[in-house]
Structure formats: C-alpha cells, structure tokens
C-alpha cells in the first residue's frame, strides 16, 4: 500500500513539473506582447515601453525567468499579476471559494437529484421509466451548457422573472468576507442580526440557476453510475442470500445495495470535483459569476503571464491530487486495484 | 499459422452479423444513428436544402420571427438573424461545418492517440512511462482551458479550433487503445507473432489494433460528440470560426445580445448542437452495449 | 412507470415554487439612498497614478480623491479644487497653488486621520512619481504611464512646501498643457499620513489597493469581479453627496447590464449594446444620456511612402471614401463623422475648416494628375480591436475596400492580433492604417501634438510620419503660450493646414452612452468619459 502511494507521488513530481513547464512556455508563445498590449495607443514610444518592459521582469533571458518561477511558486510566492500587480495567490484565493461555492451546488445539486433517480431506475429495470431515465440522462449528457445557461435565464429570468439575471447576490447587501462562501458568510451573526435572512435567500437565489446548469451534466452521469452499480450489486450473492432470508426488499435494497454502489459513485463525484473548473469557465461567462474560470480567461487575453502559470500550476496540482486521492481511496477499498 | 487466418476469414461474416443483430435491438443506437444521418444528409445537400444562401443579407428583414410566429414571413421559415440573413440556410450549412468539425477532430485525436496508446501499451517500459505522464499533464489542465491557450497560440479560427480539441482529446484514445494493448499483448497469439520474427510495427498495427477495435469504435462515436461540442463552445467562446461562418456555437454567441427580443436566435442553434452530440452519445451507447462483452448481461 | 409523470412534474413544480418563494421573500432593497452602478469590469488598482483604464478611473478617481485643480463638471475647464487659488510666474516657470484649510482624509480600518490635508499630502503624491529614489516609487511595479507619458518628469523640475498650505511647482520649460494635465486623474493627492502608517505597519502596497482620499465618496469594500462599495464622505469639504452609499455592480455583458437596469436591481448602466438602445428609448421608466466622446477615429496615410507622399493622391483618398455609410452601418449611426483631427468638444476645434466630399470624379481627376489614372495596389490595416472610435475596424476595412476599388485602387486587407499591430504601426511598416484616439486632458495639444507633430514621427505615436514645418511651428508654439486666447488661434490655423495637407482620412468622434432609470438626478455626461457621481440623487 505504502509503495504504492510512493510510486503515485513520484510520479506527481515530473508530471506537475511537466505541467509548469507547459503553462510557463505556452502562454509565451501565444503571439502579442504584454507591454505593448497594456499600453495600448499610448505604447508607441520606445522609451516608455523599454522601462515598462524591464518594471515587469520581462527584459531578463527566458530560461532565468522560468527559474525563477519554479523556486519562487516553491516558497509559495506565484509572482504578480501583469494587470493588476496584485500578487496571484492573492487574486487566487479571493475568486476560488465563489468556483467552488458553484462547484459544490451543482454537485450537491446533481447528487440530490441524480444518485436518486439512478436508484429508481436501477429498481424498475428495463420499464418505461427506467428507458426515459436514461434516455433523459443521455440527453443532459449532450447538453450543451453554454446554450442550457442561455435557456435557463431566458426561462426564469427574462421570461417569468423568478430569478436574478447574474451575479452572486443582491449588491445592495453588504456581506462581510469571512470565509468567501455567500452561504455561509449570509449566517454570521452580525448579517442575521442587521438583515436577516434575506441576504442567504438572495445568495441561493443566485446561486439556482448556474447550479442547475453546470450540474446537468454531472447529473446524467451520476443517474446512469448508480444505475449500473446498483444492478451490479443486486446481482450480488450476499444480496440474493439477504433476499433469501426474506428481509423486506426495500430495506435491502437500500441498506446493503446501496452502500456498496456507493463507493464507485463517489469515487466518479470525486473525479467530477476535478472538472469542475472546465464547466466553471462556461458557466461563469454566462452568469458573470465572479470566480476562477471567467479570471482565467480574461488573463489569456491579456496575456497576463503570471496569472495564466500560476493559476493554471495551482489547479493542475489540485486536480492532480484530488485524483491521487480518489485512487488511493479506491485502491484501499478494492485492493484489485493494485 | 497460415490455418489459423484462414479459419477467421470463414468466421467473417459471422462477427458482423451478430453485431447488427445487437445493435438493431438496441433502440438508443438505432434514434442515434437516425440522428446522424439526418444531418449528414443536411450537410451533403445543404445547397440543395437551403432556401438561401446562409451569407446572403436579406433587405428590410433584419431578425424577423420565424415563419409560423406572427410578423414572420413565409420564404424565412425560421426567420432571419440580425443582420438579416435567413436562418434556416444557416443552420443546414451549419450543420457541413459540425459534422466536418466532428469528423477532423476524431481523426486527428484518434490517429495520434491510437498509435502513442499501441506504442505504450505494446512497449510497456520507459515508452509507456513517458506517454503516461504526457498524458497526466494533459489531463492535468482544465480541458477548454487548455483549449483556449492553445488556440490563443495559433489564432482564433475553425481549424485552429479543430486542432486544440483535438489535442484536448487525444489523452482519452491513448488510455483506451493502451489499456487493450496490454492485454492483447500477453496473449498467445502476439507471443506467437514476436517469436516468428514479425516486426514490432507489424505486430502492433495488423494484430493488436484490430483486436482493439471494438473499444475504439466506442470512443469514437464519444469523440465525436465532445468534438462537436467543444469547438462550439470555443465559438461560443469567440476563439473558433469566425463570423460570417454559419458555425451553430458563433451563432450562439452572436444572438446573446437579442436573447430577450429574439429567443428563438438562441435556441435553434443550440438545439441543433444538442441533436448531434445527443445522436452520437447514443450510437456510441449502442456500441458500446453491443461490442463491449463485458457489458453484455 | 405510474410514477413517470407525477415524479416529473413534482420536480418541476418544486422548483418553481422554491424560486417563486424566494423571489418573493427578495423583497428588493431599493430606497433613494443606495446608488447602484452597473459597472462593466474589474478596476485593476484604486489608485490612478498607476492605472491607466477607464475602468480602475471611474473606481477611483471620481469618487475617492481629488486633485489640485480640476476639470468643472461636464466640461474640460480647469477650476481650482483641492487648491484654493493658484498663480503663474511671469516666466510661466513657477505655479503656486495656496491649499484649501480643513480638508480631511477618509479614515479606512485602523487608520484614522490625525491631520487635515496639507502640503505634505501634495509632496508626496507628486514625488512618489517622480523621484527614483523615493520610498514609495518601487511600491506597486513603480511604472506610472500616464506620468511618464504626458513627461511630467522632465517638465516638473522641482516641488516645493512654501509652507503648511502652500506649495510651488517649478518647471523646466513653460508648458501650456500643464494645468490641464495637473487635472488629470493620475494627479490625485493621495494622504502621506496614510503612506507612513502603512509603511510602519510594513504593508506598503495596501496603498493602492485600499484607498485614503478627500473625496466625495470613502471606499468600503471591493469584492473581486462582483461589486465595489463606498460610503459617503460625511465629512466632504464641497457639497454633500446626495447618496449615503454608491455601489459599483460589475456587469461585463452590455445586454446583461440592461437586463438588471430593467430588473431594477442597477440604477445607472454604462455603455449599453448599441443593440438595446431602440428597446431603451422605448421603456417608459428608462432614459438615455448620450453625448459627445473624446475621441477621434482615422485612416492614416504613411506619408514616408509612396504614392503617398503626394497630396494628391491623399486628397483623392479622402474624395473617394463615402464616410457616411460607415458612420451608418459600423456606428450604426452613432457617431459624428469627422472632418478635423480633434472632437468638437474641445476648445479651438475649427468649425470653419471645410471637410472633403465624396466625389469619385474628382478624386480619379487627382490621381490622375499624380500620374496614376491606372490606380495603384495599396494595403489596408484594419483595426484588430473595438474601440469606441472604431466599433469594427475590419467590416469597415472591407466598405473602404469597395470605395477605393471604384477609383481603382486595389486595397488588400491586413490586420495583426493588437499589439503586433501596434508595434509594427510605430515602426512605420504599414500604408493605409486605420487607429484612433482618445484624448486624456481636453487640450488640444493631446491630439495634434502626440498625433501629428514631428516628435510623434520619431516616438511612433504619427502613424502618418507626416512632418509639416508649419503645422509644426503652430503647435510648439501654442504649447509655450500659457493664455488660451492667444492659444485657440494657433490650433485653428494649424487644423486648417492639416485639412489641406491631409495626412489622415478623419473619420467619426463616437458618441457615449449611459441609460439610467427616470428617477436618476444630477447625473450629466463627462466630456473627458468619466462617471461621476458626486451630484447624483435618487427621486
């Protein structure tokens, strides 16, 4: 076991080395340059643009400045932004729980309603029901979630005006910053105490319909995952044994079916967090939703050299190891696997 | 040897009639490939289908409703978009570029994974180790982010696009094609092949890949789908075909700013785009019932 | 299968009936004394000596500090602000400014001020970008562009504390422009106070991101890529802002800003989708602003090369383009088409000047005479980029394509992404190029000195290398001159001779506009393009 997760973190080092050495090299070759991009009309004076170019580190060889960006995002230090001057991780960090706050909605919300939905047509196998599940699930599979965001907000926003066209909350409450989540910061004291509730109610308000579109996606996944891994297990013997026993089906079903289709399910829920930045870009453009994705790209625009590397080397290295994570898990519940 | 191939060429025509008996079972598949072929069919003769032509700026009929909504106009039977150009030709030549996009992508990604997955796969080794963590660096980035940098590289246009995506998806062809070459490559009949002296490209390519194939077809008919739907999302995005292309996800993009005046500017198009990522899902589905055995209960 | 459609529409039902509940307990919160702005980005600092975006301008400039001198709202002349009264020396050398007394900073966190504003304040800001060696250059990368570019480093020779509430600003060499530029927003006084208790505290770059003014409005809070929020001044010197707080809601997508104007939930929207502005005018609760843009848009002929050395051949240019269809179709008829080089809201603009025609005759009798009856192949540059000047450089590349094929000049067209475009302009690799500007002061010198003197050729900001020794004599000239009397003369002959030369194809000054809701007061459009919000009121 141990070797194992030794071999795994090995591994881990060329690959996000690899990673750094991409973002790093990438993003320079994409053609336009920084200064000249930020200056703008005004850029036309070689004097001005030289002094820029050296303020920002860019005058130095290539190789010098990759060195320099592999020991500093070592100590931790990711540079600063081209645009903002701000440093990266504290950019990061102040965009990253408004993704994740997303990211964990519409996953709860894809769970909520998909993990049951898959049990249901795993029970009635093979009837109407359990045909349109899937067929249904196929076709949230295919959706195309830049359209389905447009849909939504032209459903429920425009059209039957229930929900806010974007944002993650009422601007005019003033919600202190505790943890960066609308859901919980909504609940300290001091809110609940000057507003209410009405904060949290705007916060979910928002948070609707970017949920239900980037969770669409996961939903028809998870729907279909539950399905076949609760046949999988129905067709156990120790759950033939159970029913021998003449306990009552429903209670099988659901007490010793279900946790055991429940590992591969949330070995997939995990592998889902990995992707949620790529629904995260999609999504955050069509709500204006102010986290990671939509600040990613608009870096690339600007060619905002720090921002892309840094921020495209932190994610890389979480996707990495929340995927190293959800083997290991996986590794010590089916020992197979090794 | 030499009896060995002869017995599978009399066995020929058995695989695929069981496989069409499989398939033909499989109501999914058969709506799927319905799916395809009607739009392939729109593509071929898009000419021939359109009422218009898909750039043609209509005078006095700037984004008209369509034809059965009141204020349409019967020779626009969608209606018209904002500069006035008919929206049916659009989206049938739209519909040339999806299936031409979806077909390049496949290709592209499917050819170069397959042979980087036949090679770690069949090499086992440092080749294998190598392709592997290309492959965990690629999968390591959000996939449309590494879609945009890319083609923020190259420039923004359809081929770019196309090339981006399917760099993006290559890393699924290498794992699959990889994951059966390992296997084929213990079983007998390879070992059989290597001590006969046959070279290693040999080996690979006339007796491992086809015994790959059924997963491949699979993740061809996926690729397919999420080719179609990335480079509509790069469109979408502003970094795939450009404008005047009849491209659905440029459309898309282009009708935003009418989402509330004209919705059906936005909803066609991504109806169309559903369509065929949708029929694809479900051939591949089908396929995968009826090619994977170990699906088969 | 009996639960099929009741499990379906369970679903359904329950969602509407969640958003309705929740929408119905939203209970908007909109009272006359919170002032939402939608916003369309992301300021990049609070802090306009070193930002140059009209963005990080509207967040900051106009709302948190102020300047020694301003421009009076709504038009571009220069009227003393934080500076009571201000003199110039007979030699134009020496400006001193006596300060205005009981002036306070903003207090932010833990800071609260102990002083009111004083000479200390003006010493500061002004040397923290002019001097290498200050302590707070290298804060915040130490690049200030719009210093270094309007060269106030080498015409400021010396700033001096005469005493408490008086200061003098020595300068090299008389500069007419000067106090237009001391209005500008990167001239903001920010607080040394401020400065050295954050510098004790060893958080010196917090300077440009959390911000210490005198303004209007004190900042509270910004939420990255969502809202800013300020709070009244309640101490403010001039008179009280109408509004106890004001909040930038960032709303990148125009028709989404019209949306929540319609929703209520902004008050007053920036630049709306030319698309919305029918749909606005219709809404009985909305009005639309709309005024005059600081800008210029033009196509410019690289006069260092051939044919287009030759007035003739640049006059048929101007004869043969039909500027009044791309005034229709890629302004959509937002904008007024252009005949000088500066818009018409600046003072000196010379009405009188008499602009080209669109006449193919003539314009094929001058190439003609230039011995080129049989037309010539050119190159286009169209711009890569949307600007207001220039919403679609490249549909407009392909009308001039057109215009200029009937005189038979074959026009090819090429664009680059925007800074290749930029860098290959400056170095005069192009003949036809289409560019534009903004203007930053509201003097004329910021349009026809840095677009057409002969120091532009040599800097790159000439894109049309035209040097004119007359023309030139007329604007240096004009710069040294302090009185603007004696100044506009010199600009109106000098545009006069620029018509006549004609080294550009001056095209359209875009218009601004900003919807807002009916019972928004006070709100009058900034010929320099800023948002200010200091008289603004709820009714």
């Known amino acids: 076991m141990l070797n194992f997760l030794l071999k795994r973190l090995i591994d881990l080092v060329p690959t996000l080395l690899g990673v750094s050495l991409l973002a790093f090299f990438v993003i320079r070759l994409v053609p336009g340059d920084p200064v000249m991009l930020m200056l703008g009309e005004r850029g036309a004076d070689p004097k001005v643009y030289q002094e820029m170019k050296r ?30 001057k701000r440093k990266v991780t504290e950019e990061f960090f102040g965009r990253f729980p408004a993704t994740l706050e997303l990211g964990l909605c519409a996953l709860f919300f894809a769970a909520l309603i998909g993990i049951p939905l898959g049990i249901l047509a795993a029970l009635k196998r093979n009837s109407f029901f359990d045909y349109f599940l899937m067929g249904g699930s196929l076709v949230g599979y295919s959706m195309p979630i830049f359209w389905w965001g447009l849909i939504l907000i032209i459903i429920f926003s425009v059209g039957l005006g229930l929900t806010p066209v974007s944002g993650r909350i009422d601007v005019l409450y003033d919600v202190p910053t505790i943890t960066g989540f609308y859901l919980v910061d909504t609940l300290s004291p001091e809110v609940l105490a000057e507003e209410g509730l009405a904060p949290f109610i705007s916060a979910i308000s928002h948070l609707i319909l970017p949920s239900i579109a980037m969770g669409t996606i996961p939903l028809a996944v998870l729907a279909r995952m539950t399905r076949s891994s609760m046949l999988e297990v129905m067709g156990e013997d120790y759950i033939r044994t159970a029913k021998a026993k003449g306990l009552p089906y429903k209670k099988i079903v659901l007490i010793h079916g279900l946790r055991n289709a429940l590992i591969p ?3 997939v829920l995990g592998l889902m967090f990995g992707s949620i930045i790529t629904g995260a870009i999609l999504t955050e453009t069509i709500f204006s939703w102010p986290g990671i994705g939509k600040w990613l790209v608009a870096s690339i625009n600007a060619r905002d050299y720090p921002v892309i590397q840094g921020g495209v080397l932190f994610i890389a290295t979480m996707v990495v190891l929340i995927n190293l994570a959800v083997d290991f898990v996986y590794a010590v519940i089916n020992p197979k696997m090794r | 040897m030499q009896s060995n191939i002869e017995e599978n060429k009399s066995d020929y025509e058995h695989p695929l009639r069981d496989f069409w008996v499989g398939f033909s079972a499989n109501k999914g598949a058969l709506i799927g490939l319905a799916f395809i072929l009607f739009f392939v069919f729109l593509a071929v003769f898009a000419p021939l289908l359109s009422p218009h032509s898909p750039s043609e700026l209509q005078e006095n009929a700037l984004r008209l409703p369509p034809s059965f909504y009141e204020g349409g106009n019967a020779s626009f039977f969608f209606g018209t978009d904002d500069v006035g150009r008919d929206l049916l030709s659009r989206l049938i030549y739209g519909a040339r570029i999806s299936m031409g996009v979806g077909f390049l992508v496949v290709f592209l990604s499917a050819s170069v994974g397959t042979l980087l997955g036949l090679m770690a796969g069949y090499f086992g080794g440092k080749v294998d180790w190598l392709i592997m963590r290309f492959v965990d660096i690629l999968m390591a ?14 420039g923004p246009g359809l081929f770019n696009a196309i090339v981006a995506v399917a760099i993006v998806a290559c890393p699924s062809f290498i794992r699959i094609v990889r994951a059966s070459a390992m296997e084929e490559r213990k079983k007998q009949y390879v070992m059989a092949s290597k001590t006969f002296g046959a070279s290693s490209f040999r080996i690979m390519f006339s007796e491992i890949l086809p015994n790959c194939m059924a997963p491949l077809i699979v993740q061809i008919s996926l690729g397919f789908s999420d080719g179609i739907l990335n480079v509509a999302a790069l469109g979408f995005l502003g970094l795939g075909a450009q404008a005047p292309t009849p491209e659905w996800g440029i459309m898309l993009a282009d009708a935003r700013a009418f989402i509330s005046s004209d919705p059906w500017l936005v909803t066609l198009p991504g109806l169309c785009i559903l369509f065929v990522v949708l029929g694809f899902n479900l051939l591949g589905d089908g396929l995968r019932d009826t090619l994977d055995p170990r699906l088969k209960k | 299968m009996r639960h099929t459609p009741r499990s379906r529409s369970t679903v359904l039902v329950g969602i509407l009936l969640l958003s309705s509940l929740i929408s119905g307990c939203l209970g908007k919160k909109s009272d006359s004394k919170n002032f939402v702005y939608c916003s369309e980005g992301s300021p990049t600092a609070f802090n306009p000596q070193i930002t140059t975006d009209g963005t990080s301008n509207n967040a900051a400039a106009h709302t948190i500090y102020e300047k020694l001198v301003d421009f009076k709202y709504g038009t571009t002349e220069v009227v003393p602000a934080l500076a009571q009264s201000f003199s110039v020396s007979d030699d134009r050398l020496t400006y001193t400014f006596i300060l205005r007394k009981n002036v306070s900073f903003h207090s932010f966190g833990d800071f609260k001020p102990s ?5 200390d304040d003006v010493l500061f800001s002004i040397n923290r970008m002019r001097q290498k060696d200050h302590p707070y250059h290298k804060v915040g990368g130490g690049s200030y562009e719009y210093f270094n570019g309007m060269e106030m480093g080498s015409i400021i020779k010396n700033v001096v504390k005469d005493n408490n509430y008086q200061v003098s600003i020595i300068l090299n060499r008389p500069e007419a422009p000067f106090l237009a530029n001391l209005a500008m927003s990167f001239m903001s006084i920010l ?25 209007p409005f004190m900042f509270k809070k910004y939420v990255k890529d969502s809202l800013i929020r300020y709070k009244r001044n309640k101490k403010y010197w001039g008179e009280a802002p109408k509004v106890d707080n004001l909040i930038f809601a960032i709303t990148p997508d125009p028709s989404v800003r019209f949306q929540k104007l319609k929703a209520g939930e902004c008050h007053l929207i920036i630049e709306p989708s030319p698309a919305d502005i029918a749909a606005i005018e219709k809404e009985d609760n909305l009005k639309l602003l709309s005024g005059s843009g600081l800008n210029v848009g033009y196509l410019a002929m690289n006069t260092q090369r051939k044919p287009f050395d030759d007035v003739r051949v640049r006059k048929a240019i101007n004869l043969a383009l039909n500027r009044d269809s791309y005034i229709e179709a890629i302004y959509l008829g937002q904008a007024i088409k252009a005949k000088n080089p500066l818009p018409p809201t600046i003072w000196s603009y010379n009405d009188k000047v008499s602009d080209y025609e669109h006449n193919l005759e003539k314009a094929k009798a001058l190439l003609k ?24 450089g490249k549909k407009m590349g392909e009308m001039m394509q057109a215009d200029l094929a009937k005189v038979g000049i074959k026009a090819k067209l090429i664009s680059y992404d925007w800074p290749t475009y930029l860098k290959k302009a400056r170095q005069g690799e192009h003949q036809l190029i289409q560019l534009g500007w903004t203007g930053d002061n509201g003097d004329p010198d910021n349009f026809l000195n840095v677009l057409l003197g002969c120091g532009g050729v040599e800097a790159g900001s000439n894109v049309a290398r035209w040097c004119h020794d007359e023309f030139e004599k007329l604007i240096s000239k004009a710069k040294l001159v302090t009185d603007k009397e004696k100044r506009a003369p010199l600009y109106r002959r000098a545009q006069e001779i620029f018509k006549e030369q004609a080294p550009w194809v001056t095209l359209a000054h875009s218009k601004v506009f900003r919807a807002m809701s009916k019972n928004v007061k006070g709100y009058i459009i900034d010929p320099l393009g800023g948002d200010i919000f200091k008289r603004i009121e709820l009714k």
Do not use: C
């Not at chain 1, 860019?58 to 932004?81: A, C, H, V």
């Not at chain 3, 002083?115 to 000479?119: Q, S, T």
């Not at chain 3, 607080?191 to 303004?215: C, M, Q, R």
């Open chain 1, 265 to 267: 399910i949330i070995t």
């Open chain 2, 141 to 154: 980035f959000p996939s449309i982010l590494l879609a945009i940098v890319v083609v923020s590289v190259m």
């Open chain 3, 369 to 392: 005479e230039a011995g080129l009856s049989q037309g010539f192949e050119t190159e286009i540059w169209t711009l890569p980029v949307t600007r207001p000047y220039n919403p679609n």
């Open chain 3, 115 to 119: 002083r009111p504003f004083n000479a």
């Open chain 3, 191 to 215: 607080s040394k106070e401020y400065a050295d208790f954050l510098a004790a505290k060893g958080e010196k770059e917090k300077i440009d991101h959390y911000p210490v003014g005198t303004g």
């Open chain 1, 55 to 84: 303020e920002l580190g860019l005058d130095k060889p290539i190789l010098s400045q990759y060195q320099s960006f592999l020991i500093n995002s070592f100590r931790g230090d990711l540079g600063r932004s081209l645009v903002s």
